[in-house]
């Protein structure tokens, strides 16, 4: 028995020298303290200024897509004035044919213009009217008259021949399905 505890002591000792040998810790080689919380904040504020740099880009993008969008909007503007403008050299059926052949957007941009125009010419024939009504029988009759009878069936020839090109639109945007909501004149 004195033996086996012989044994053991000098196990228990060789593991205490292997233990505390390797636990102890050179001066010269110690490492720093880590501070998390530098750390942490690091790596946060790179998280943070790389988020900043995609949201920097997400509304360069935005801004470039809002721009593109504008210009568009603008081009079909002028588009349907210009075409609104050169529908009034031509004639029904030239206008119909061109009709068949425009998308169902622009038909309806269209069928909008002429309807405003139509409103227009309306209100302007009801002040001439209204204008005329005023004057006396005698001015009626009189040089003033006669311009203001002119003026009266001038307005109604040009809102007929107004309310003949919307209803070109009109029919073409109902023929492909489109959206008449509004445009009754």
């Not at 942490?40 to 880009?57: D, H, N, R, Y």
């Not at 050169?86 to 002429?114: C, F, H, W």
């Not at 004057?135 to 001038?154: C, F, H, P, V, Y």
């Amino acid at each position: 028995m004195k033996v086996s505890i012989a044994n053991i002591s000098l196990c228990v000792i060789i593991a205490l020298a292997v233990v505390l040998g390797g636990c102890r810790k050179k001066a010269d080689e110690e490492p720093q303290p880590v501070d998390q919380t530098n750390s942490t904040k690091q790596s946060i504020s790179e998280l943070g200024g790389k988020a900043v740099e995609e949201a920097k880009e997400a509304v360069a993008k935005v801004d470039e897509t809002a721009v593109e969008i504008k210009e568009k909007a603008v081009e079909k503007v002028f588009s349907i004035v210009q075409q609104f403008k050169a529908d009034q050299g031509k004639s029904i059926p030239d206008i119909t044919a061109g009709a068949k052949e425009m998308a169902v957007e622009n038909l309806r941009k269209m069928g909008e213009k002429y309807r405003d125009v139509v409103a227009e010419k309306e209100q302007q024939l009801k002040k001439i009217t209204q204008g005329y009504l005023n004057l006396s029988d005698a001015d009626r009759k009189a040089a003033i008259g006669q311009i203001a009878e002119t003026g009266i069936n001038e307005t109604k020839k040009s809102l007929d021949i107004m309310k003949e090109r919307f209803g070109v639109y009109y029919n073409a945007l109902k023929e492909k399905g489109g959206n008449l909501t509004g445009l009754d004149i």
